[in-house]
């Protein structure tokens, strides 16, 4: 193996040279992409409309920052909010940056409303939401929380409750929460998926509470389950969701989608990012977009 690379990963030894559809080669041999980059390749490898909305953009440009305008960018969220529950979006680099942007905007939209308590967030058992400090504190995988943490470990600003719990997670709502928060499948936890009943209870309580509803779509999400995102099949929506993975189908964005309501408290300097849905990220994740909306997705 490589000497200069940090070895936080389990490297199998294998190099792919290039990938063609659901196909990837090594110098000798052809292999089946059965992971897909790990929920990202939603429309495999070497894709011809991805390759060309990336070949146009690189020729015309890459990066601006966000102190401007961004065609593309404005393209896309009004693409993805025609799709989906959201009014408004947010774009980042990456699935954790979404789950932890997700954090700051509820605990914003609280706080705007002069809820300064208001700050906790209900979580899952088996979730994950990404490696950022705050997304090992919403995830319950207790290695990825070793010696990254400050006392016992803690779980400062998340509350976890059982899955399909919903009577439990009843009894965890309280003046200090902000929002419920979860996969609406659970990825790296294991595949778990939940009762409508759990869907449907857990949107009650949380209209009835005064609290947000947030789901984490970075691995369900993107046409994933058959539907542009998951919580689609189950008859209700959330205030607030994150996106990355198959958003740009192998090219780096993430993004946080919520609706007019929960966007309030964000005005210019509450957050940012420097690369957050520049013109080739976004450009790419048009075409992924365009592609996967469409009846018959062509390879
Ligand atoms: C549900 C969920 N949220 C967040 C993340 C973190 O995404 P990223 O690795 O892009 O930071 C992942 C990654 O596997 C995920 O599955």
Sequence with gaps: MNNY???????????????????????????????????????????????????????KL????????????????????????????????????????????????????????RKNIIVLNNAFHGRTVTGIQAGSNKAHREGFLGKKNCDCGFTRVSINEVDFLEKKIDSSTAAVLFEP???????????????KKVKRLCKKNNILLAFDEVQSGIARTGKLFSYQWYGISPDIMSLAKGLGGGFPIGAVLMTNKVSKGMNPGTHGSTFGGNQLACSVALAVIKEVTKKNVSK
């Design 5 to 59: 690379i940090l070895p936080n990963y389990n490297r199998i030894n294998l190099k792919f040279i290039y990938g063609n559809g659901s196909w990837l080669y090594t110098k000798n041999e052809k292999y089946l992409d059965f992971s897909s980059g790990i929920a990202v390749n939603c429309l495999g490898h070497a894709n011809q409309k991805l390759i060309k909305a990336l070949e146009l953009q690189a020729k």
């Design 62 to 117: 890459w990066h601006t920052s966000n102190l401007y305008r961004i065609s593309e960018q404005e393209q896309l969220a009004k693409k993805l909010c025609d799709n989906s529950f959201a009014d408004k979006v947010f774009f980042c680099n990456s699935g954790a940056e979404a789950t932890d942007g997700i954090v700051k905007i509820v605990r914003k939209y609280h706080y705007a409303l002069g809820n300064k308590n």
């Design 185 to 199: 499948i659970q990825g790296e936890g294991g595949i778990n998926t939940f009762s409508y009943e759990f869907f």
